[in-house]
């Protein structure tokens, strides 16, 4: 039972465009949505989140939007960066157990 | 602040033998995780610790992993036997106590069993 799911294993985008990665989820209880960012060899790293009561967060050149009704977030960074080829995991939490689900991933390369 | 530390980094053995992670948290982190990372797939929770106490081992396949926490700080997943499809990387994380989700995680220990 997949509960978060990336439907695009994989994007790439030009240095200076936007680059859009999506998200869907099937559990209308989560209370938070995160995107965890992951080089080769390394662990993934927190990037940013959004509470389920909001439907914008903000930071720098990341932003996610968050469509409850459609059980649907998105993550947007602008301008892509070289550095951002990583792969990006969507993961959704029930705040009760702080417990995190996590997506498939979605492997980024932008191209200079 | 030091993160979170993991060993070994790679690991390889055959089928049916034994073989043991360690995992060191953030210190005063809490809450401790251990991941499975298949290729090609998202992390998979396989156990959570809440200082000492297990909070969530439902997707452990208890026949073969076993993990403890000793002392509320670090912690140890061993894999007796061993089958091929437990090839992955085994990522520990931990988390202070505020919630939100934002786990720390270790570098992984990558298994590939032949």
């Known amino acids: 039972d997949q509960q978060v799911k990336q439907n695009s294993p994989s994007l790439s985008v030009q240095e200076g465009r936007i680059s859009i990665l999506n998200c869907d989820y099937t559990?209308?209880?989560?209370?938070?949505f995160l995107w965890y960012k992951k080089y080769p060899a390394e662990g993934p790293t927190f990037l940013i989140s959004?509470?389920?009561?909001?439907d914008k967060n903000e930071d720098g050149r990341f932003t996610v939007f968050l469509n409850k009704s459609a059980k649907h977030l998105s993550l947007h960074i602008v301008p892509s960066q070289p550095g951002d080829s990583a792969v990006y995991f969507c993961?959704?939490?029930?705040?009760?157990?702080?417990?995190?689900?996590f997506g498939g991933g979605t492997r980024v390369l932008v191209k200079p | 602040e030091a993160g979170v530390a993991q060993s070994p980094r790679y690991k390889i053995i055959e089928k049916r033998q034994s073989v043991a992670f360690w995992c060191n948290p953030i210190?005063?982190?809490?809450?401790l995780y251990w991941y499975q990372q298949i290729l090609g797939q998202g992390p998979k929770l396989l156990i959570q610790?809440?200082?000492?106490?297990?909070?969530?081992d439902s997707q452990l396949p208890k026949d073969r992993f076993s993990a403890e926490r000793l002392k509320g700080v670090d912690s140890t997943l061993k894999i007796q036997p061993a089958k091929l499809e437990d090839s992955a990387v085994y990522l520990c994380?931990?988390?202070?106590?505020?919630?939100?989700?934002?786990?720390?995680f270790g570098e992984g220990s990558r298994l590939t069993v032949l």
């Open positions: 994380a931990s988390s202070p106590d505020r919630g939100g989700g934002e786990l720390f």
């Open positions: 559990n209308s209880m989560f209370d938070y």
């Open positions: 959004i509470s389920s009561i909001k």
């Open positions: 993961a959704a939490l029930k705040a009760a157990g702080n417990k995190l689900t």
């Open positions: 210190s005063g982190h809490a809450t």
């Open positions: 610790f809440q200082n000492n106490g297990v909070v969530d």
